[in-house]
């Protein structure tokens, strides 16, 4: 089978790109999400007709990824521009229409303390999972307090810190600042401010504001030790 040349409209804008198929691992002819994705920016779905377009899966009905949906020649696809709402959002989900991680995420901060919806921290931490699952670098780092809160999971600093480990050395600076807090104030491990200023550093180079906050922290006792930071 050719290359085929799949429509698709942008529902904030109304117009339409044309983009090529491609031939996966499984020889299947694909448009790939991340394709998309670059030809409509902030796109969260994709439908036909008011319905929602399912990402391929596998024999064990699990998404495939990177994920792909099939093309549909001689159809217009609609590309949702822009984030969900959260009854849209929880639609989407709970009918496993779609797995983009932004749309986990924010039904994870809707279910989250503060997320303006209603709170649930156990449906807060599942989606957040289901970003985390698709890279999404945010959700690693809820995951993360959830954990060192003990926000509707036991309360573990062992996992807050394997979550905020894992993204911070993938650049988050959202858990870079995480694991400055925890080096600076000694939560789950040993008190060293080494170690929290270099994160703090990491954090505050990509402008990260409570990194840059915790950059600026005075001189304080490293494990037993006092040393004085360069200025």
């Not at 989250?112 to 807060?124: E, F, Q, S, V, Y």
């Not at 999971?153 to 810190?161: I, L």
């Not at 600076?173 to 401010?193: A, C, I």
Request: glycine share 10%; charged share 25%; net charge positive.
């Amino acid at each position: 089978m050719s290359q085929v040349s799949q429509e698709f409209r942008s529902s904030r804008t109304k117009e339409i790109v044309r983009i090529l198929s491609v031939r996966d691992n499984d020889g299947k002819q694909v448009i790939f999400w991340s394709d998309i994705k670059r030809q409509f920016r902030g796109a969260s779905s994709i439908r036909k007709e008011g319905t929602a377009i399912v990402f391929l899966k596998n024999a064990a009905n699990e998404t495939l990824h990177p994920e792909r949906i099939e093309p549909q020649p001689g159809a217009v696809l609609d590309v949702v521009v822009g984030s969900h709402t959260i009854e849209e959002s929880l639609d989407l989900v709970e009918n496993k229409i779609i797995c983009d991680a932004s749309t986990y995420y924010d039904l994870g901060v809707s279910y989250d303390k503060g997320g303006g919806g209603p709170t649930d921290p156990a449906l807060a931490l599942k989606n957040y999972v289901h970003a985390a699952e698709l890279d999404h670098a945010e959700a690693r780092t809820k995951i993360g307090i959830l954990y060192r809160d003990g926000y509707g999971v036991e309360q573990s600093y062992p996992k807050a810190y394997e979550w905020f480990y894992k993204n911070a050395v993938k650049g988050a600076p959202g858990s870079q600042t995480e694991l400055g807090d925890m080096f600076y104030y000694g939560r789950g491990v040993d008190k060293n401010h080494y170690k929290a200023k270099d994160w703090y550093q990491k954090a505050a180079d990509k402008g990260h504001a409570r990194g840059q906050k915790g950059n600026a922290r005075p001189n304080r006792f490293v494990s037993d030790k006092l040393y004085l930071w360069s200025m």
